[in-house]
């Protein structure tokens, strides 16, 4: 079973802080992507990434920087971080190609005082 | 805007009866994916379809294959375990994310 890990699995800032998500997979996955999950929306897609040093825009971008480094890591940055961003927010990874099945990691609840 | 519709967004069972969930699109989609979260916020894998139908115990779930723009999840004998919210994701191919709905909070009572 495919292995995605997130760091930190909770976090707690102030308004204006510098935050950063952290998401390693370890199953050689090109794809991986960072979706944020709000009561009544769902998950929405904030970016993803074909693979090391790709980046692509989702549908809920604004307020967040993405970077990958490698294929395995894939982090989410806030730099800085407003109330309306408290979320729990979702790593995931896929093969692509012409499969996109996702394996999620467990998530992070962040929390913007 | 969205492209995957959910439906219904509630929904209330007695254990042993039968139920079904929606998800439509309001393009093509080359594969759908159904998910439920569970209490502790964890999503768990419960189908991957590119077409046709997949079954597991006492789910089953169908891909619209002639015009790709719906899918159905049904759950057959409800338990109470079954409760939860499910989720379902498509990908609409040409190196698109796969998009979520809204999400169907299942309950199942005694």
């Known amino acids: 079973e495919a292995a995605v890990t997130q760091s930190p699995r909770n976090k707690v800032t102030v308004t204006g802080g510098n935050v950063t998500l952290s998401c390693r997979q370890t199953?050689?996955?090109?794809?991986m992507y960072w979706y944020r999950q709000d009561t009544g929306h769902g998950l929405r897609l904030i970016h993803y990434?074909?693979?090391?040093?790709?980046?692509q825009i989702g549908d809920v971008p604004d307020g967040y920087k993405a970077t990958r480094t490698t294929q395995e890591d894939f982090f989410l940055l806030l730099e800085l971080a407003s109330p309306s961003q408290t979320s729990l927010y979702f790593c995931a990874s896929s093969d692509g190609g012409s499969n996109e099945r996702l394996f999620f990691g467990h998530g992070t609840k962040l929390s913007v005082l | 805007g969205d492209q995957v519709e959910q439906s219904p967004s509630a929904l209330s069972l007695h254990e042993g009866t039968d139920s079904a969930l929606r998800c439509n699109f309001t393009t093509t989609m080359r594969s759908v994916q159904w998910f439920r979260q569970n209490s502790r916020g964890s999503l768990i894998s419960l189908f991957y379809l590119a077409s046709g139908t997949k079954e597991n115990g006492r789910l089953k779930s169908a891909f619209d294959s002639k015009e790709r723009r719906y899918s159905t999840l049904h759950i057959r004998d409800a338990q109470l375990e079954d409760s939860g919210t499910y989720f379902c994701?498509?990908?609409?191919?040409?190196?698109?994310?796969?998009?979520f709905g809204a999400g169907t909070k299942l309950t199942v009572k005694p």
């Open positions: 994701a498509a990908e609409a191919g040409n190196n698109n994310a796969p998009r």
């Open positions: 199953n050689s996955h090109n794809y």
């Open positions: 990434s074909y693979g090391a040093g790709n980046l």
